[in-house]
């Protein structure tokens, strides 16, 4: 369980420009910067206004931590747990590690003894109120490494050093920081000790296992065991390569009646190995569990679960089935080689933030990740120079081995295909899955790739698949209420977290299959507050939309005349259209109900008439593009509105795809200038959604040219080689009106 005060991925978006003093001399060592952060944080609290952002009080509540605000931290995150996940009392335990420090605080301590004093009564008095999940979720704040928590601070200072004054948006980032430094330097080690204690009594742990492959490599193992247990138990194993936060997943496990276990990838926590992602997990995978299922304490039934890279990880632990492994439960799942490193062919700028954040260290290295402003300098820099994407990793300062590594695999080669289950291997999957995403989840397209090459190879038909309107984060375990500016619908906001474990009574203690899947797909309809369920992805829906591209920038129902088209031209040279990106959007959208579309001048707007009756979108859209270009490939991108009757918007899906992978990702076949082609568009987002009578459906369609990705500047040689330098010529789209969108419905 991951909530935003313990989240792997920390979600600031301030965008505030306005400068606060900080004086260098200020924070010139420790002593000055405890004196001097106080006074800043109470500067900041006036100044700082909600921004649409949903992290806002989450920042707010860290910074009035740091001024010594104490008594109104209590409030605030009753407040952020009602409006985050839409229940404050079931989450009493939600920022706890906060509240206790500043609870102790408030007694103006004047020695460490007196804070330990003070903190342990208050947690003798409140741990033991608290339910399992509470439990877990102080387990998971005190998982904490105060060295790497002192160097996230010490990184964050480093980059603002020599200045004397720093934006708000600096200011509330390094106020995170440091309200997290000083809370558990006061309390971790009591926190610890106390844990210790009471784990002691109910479970017999071990976090220094180190494993042995046949080739040589390690692997770290943190395992739980509940001490009560009189009978070997089926084994929950998640395998991780975020490594640090290990030993409270394994103590959720072996509360529930499991044994828990952790494992982290080659190269992480206790290997010595290099760091090398993805590479070497399916054959690991393998060894661990055939490892795991001859222990004693095992009863040969093992499970996995996890999301992200955890979902990758287990669809690799699958390419190479060992016959413990009885079911996983992959959520968001990696789509390795498909939607990331690269997105359907595209190499997104973001991998280079990622590979540092895993390979910097042996757990992880939040403060260089958290480090928005360097990261967008480095985007930018790279997106107003024109240089190739292949030097992205000299534009930011350190050049990278895994970055090169995976640029010289731009094909879903061997080099992917290797990390998970490729065709036949599918087929012999023989165990019940099931797959959580959202339609809002960067890793939508992974999730779902894994799931039709399931469906086109296996028979077993035991798959099933649960989606709604969540983010990467919510669609691991729990939903927050609200993205930005969109409130999910009530139905929706389900506890995920709970399903999975109900799918571990019913796949490995014969327990009752989980409510909420009453069919194969089960997906929650926006606008109508229903949940929906289909044996199928092909019998979601009854019916097809299909508009064909129109002169006057219009979306209609009948073909254009062949010879018929609507012009575009692209002008690579011009940079004066970048846009810094941002952490707190969700699959590109900054606002899912926006008043206005959001402005790009390399993308037009397509617009439908009225719709006469209301329906139900209910899959993902898919486009046939009849184009004409002069050069020999290009980035086509294409983003799904309703318009609603009101005039304003609500964003359903966005969808990049590099037209000479279109017909075949496993290898690059180069458009003829100047020749009339089709280009199919059909690995797109999911979304599923009640429009009204009235609405009209809205594309905005056009070619990628953002710091966001590679620039495909069409020349055919290798993207990550192009660079400004072959802009010259602007790219001209002839996008012919018998080009068409088909959007599946349910009337």
Known sequence: ????????????????????????????????????????AKKI???YKKTGNSDYKDNLFRVKLVAKDYKSLTPLLREIAQEEYGDSTKLRALGIAFRWYGNTMMSNPKSQAAINESFEKQFAKLYPTFD??????????????????????????KNIAGKDKISIDDAVKLCRFYCSYIVFSSTLPKAKEMLKAIDEAKYISDENVVLTMKDGGTIALTIVRPKNAETPLPVILKYNIYAGSDKADCKEAASKGYVGIVANTR???????????????AKDAYEIIDWISRQSWCNGKIGMFGGSYLGFSQWSAAKYKHPALKTIVPQVSVGVGIDYPMHNGVFMSYMLRWIHFVSNNKLIDM?????????????????????????????????????????????????????????????????????????????????????????KWNKNDNYYLIIGPYDHSGAQGYPKTSLNDYKIDEVANIPIQEIVYQWFDYTLKGGPKPEILKDKINYQLMGANIWQH?????????????FYISNGNKLTTIAGNTDMFVPQEINFKDRSDYKASSDNNYCGFAAIEPKTLPEDKNLMVLESEPLTEPLAITGNAKAYFDIEINKKDLDITFQLYEKKPDGTYFALSNNLERASLAKDRYERKLLIPNQKQNIPFENNFMACRQLQKGSRIVIL??????????????????????????????????????????????K
């Open 132 to 157: 399992a999940e509470g439990k877990l979720m102080v387990d998971q704040y005190y998982e904490k490494d105060l060295k790497q928590l002192k160097n996230d601070l010490d990184t964050k200072l």
């Open 534 to 546: 289909a044996p199928s992805l092909e019998k979601m829906h009854n019916d097809e939309l299909t």
């Open 1 to 40: 369980m991951k909530f935003i005060f313990i989240s792997c991925v920390m979600m600031i978006n301030t965008v505030q420009s306005q400068q606060i003093d900080f004086p260098r001399n200020q924070h010139k060592d420790s002593v000055s910067l405890a004196i001097y952060m106080p006074v800043m």
């Open 267 to 281: 190269g992480k926590r206790l290997s010595k190995d290099d760091i090398e992602p993805f590479e070497h997990d």
């Open 367 to 455: 403060g260089d990740f958290g480090d928005e402003n360097h990261w967008n300098k480095t985007f930018k820099d790279y997106y107003t120079s024109g240089t190739p994407f292949r030097q992205l990793d000299n534009t930011e300062g350190r050049s990278n081995t895994l970055f090169q590594r995976w640029l010289s695999h731009p094909t879903y080669d061997s080099f992917w295909q290797n990390m998970t289950p490729q065709k036949e291997e599918f087929a012999n999957i023989d165990i019940p899955i099931l797959t959580t995403t959202g339609y809002y989840d960067d890793d939508q397209l992974g999730a779902m790739y894994y799931y039709k090459q399931y469906q």
């Open 701 to 746: 369609l056009g070619v990628n040219k953002s710091a966001d990705w590679q620039i495909n500047y069409g020349t055919g040689k290798d993207v990550s080689d192009e660079s400004i330098k072959d802009a010259d010529e602007p790219l001209r789209i002839k996008w012919f009106t018998s080009s068409k969108f088909v959007i599946p419905v349910t």
């Open 45 to 47: 609290i006036p100044l």
